[in-house]
């Protein structure tokens, strides 16, 4: 029998604490022994991968990813249809170097049949099922209701039974969002069960309100986006929200931070000791506001694809900011928060198209141009189905479903702009991009790191030194959406070999694995932080009493 299925030759090893030249021996989709060298007796009979000196780091764990997911949060339930399901999506993150995806199961406010949140899970587990999925993958809940006797009987099933340890909730979208009062519900509920909490944080109410503002205004252009939902209001829903887990001693975790203000308010946070944790993504370091003053008409809505929530920060200097939270250990994890929709789907980023591009208001920028048209081909709006979209009369950045896709290009663009560019160390990119959404979500050290014992999930880069730059197009990419918002972009290296418990989903250019090999995944408790009592006793802040 030979000691190892497989063994990872001349790779220079990188985990969250250090790098160094090392041997892997994996057996039985587990790593088995780590060496400086594996004697010829070790080698006999296992296949071996010659990483070539190229860094070889624990897979990719994204912790934000929607697939099978509509959208309704737009008017009359209207909001966008997913275009990737469990299939194209897990074969678009193992091509980007991904081993373990967390997704989302949303709890429908408006449907009954939506109340029970196992039956939310159940279905969502269904849809994973009926595709399989080539990388492993896991769920949070996605609670938009406060239900009691819901939070008190189905919390613990979901936490036992089903390994389900964290919930996101909204602050925004009026189908989704929960008042503060609501929010205290959920949270005194997840802070019973050790179910980590994760917000979305943008003010909603004035959100809404300024929407209104700019709509009687005619300033309804993709661009206005932005102005619907300048940084103030993410930076008064994070002030907020922290206020809120101060009170009831619950840790929470803020995805997608994507201003400067907001992640100063986490920084302050968790210079008092409290367990405040951040999650930020690429959009948020690559995308400006001036992206979305591009031209826009019925058949060129370019804008339209980086329409997000909460959207690019306003300019460059924002980005260097960012950078700075990055590099200093603000930020938690990188993650995508890929959204998949497509442009020649009418109920996808079309779904906000205009008849005309005047509603700029003299804002610089291409959007008064004809004369500058679509900078890429993109398929077109089907003529039947464009004017079907005009009748609507709905020319407006609000029914322009929120979200861009991303789980492939996640880890090849921090190691293109972040590694590379010294921004970040290797250690830092593998604790941002694994180890971290390992710990926060209950997956360490079975995940997220190259223990003896630990799942064989493995990302192999090309080696540096022959590696020839390239410029990213969409057509490069696996996923189900028809866009890239970062097709041209230049990448200076991308993931050659992709393992997920011993087998290679991924290999030189190659979806090489099979649909049938993800697992589900049972987490347990977040185990970054482990003080005791990190937000105190003083009354002052905290409801100890509760
Ligand atoms: C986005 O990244 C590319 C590098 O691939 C860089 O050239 C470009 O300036 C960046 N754009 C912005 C607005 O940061
Ligand atoms: C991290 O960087 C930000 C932005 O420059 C700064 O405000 C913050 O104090 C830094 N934190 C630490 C711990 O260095």
Redesign the pocket.
Known sequence: MPRFDTVIVNGLVVTAADSAYYNIGIKDGKIEALAREFSSADLEGCEIIDAEGAYVMPGGIDGHVHLCQDLKTGPNKLGGRCSDNFETGSRSAAAGGTTTMVNFASQDRLDEADRSLIGVVQRYAARAQSTGSYIDYAFHVIITRNDPDVLQSELPVLVKEWGITSCKLFMTYDTMRLTDRQLLDVMVAARKNSVTTLIHAENGDAIEWLTEQLEARDMIAPYYHALSRPPLIEAEASNRAIALAQLVQNPILFVHIGS?MA??NV?EAQ?RGLPIYAETCPQYFNLTWQDLKRFHSPTCFENSKMICSPPPPAEKNDHE?LQ??LA???FTIWSSDHCPFRYDDPDGKPAGVLEHAGSMQGESGDGHNPAAPCTSVYHEVPKEDLSRLLARKMGHFKHVPNGIPGVETRLPLLFSQGLLTGLISPSRFVELTSTNPAKLYGMYPQKGCLMPGSDADLVIWHPQATFKPFALSNSHLHHNVDYTPYEGQTLSNWPRYTMVRGKLIWSNGKIVGQLSHGNFVKRGPNSLHQRPQPFGTDLRNVATWL
Do not use: E, M, V
């Open positions: 400067p992640a100063q920084r210079s900011a700075r939270y200093n250990g603000t």
